[in-house]
């Protein structure tokens, strides 16, 4: 069977804790999104995960269902 992705990380992203739930449904972290040695605070390299200009990107765990 050949190996298929399920889970990348937004720029800058480590993935962490892939974790089964009892339901079947996968949880994972998704640590500090849009740190790159070029970006700061001000201009991140990504503003994950809402995306939007006025606010920060965000640590976040989440959901992956069949």
Do not use: I
């Not at 972290?29 to 605070?41: C, K, L, M």
């Amino acid at each position: 069977m050949p190996f298929r992705s399920v889970l990348a990380a937004p720029v800058g992203a480590a993935l962490g804790g892939a974790l089964p739930a009892p339901d079947g449904t996968l949880l994972a972290a998704v640590a500090h999104p849009g740190a790159t040695p070029s970006a700061n605070w001000a201009e991140p390299a990504t503003r994950w995960p809402n995306m939007r200009p006025d606010e920060p990107p965000r640590s976040t765990v989440v959901t992956l269902a069949r």
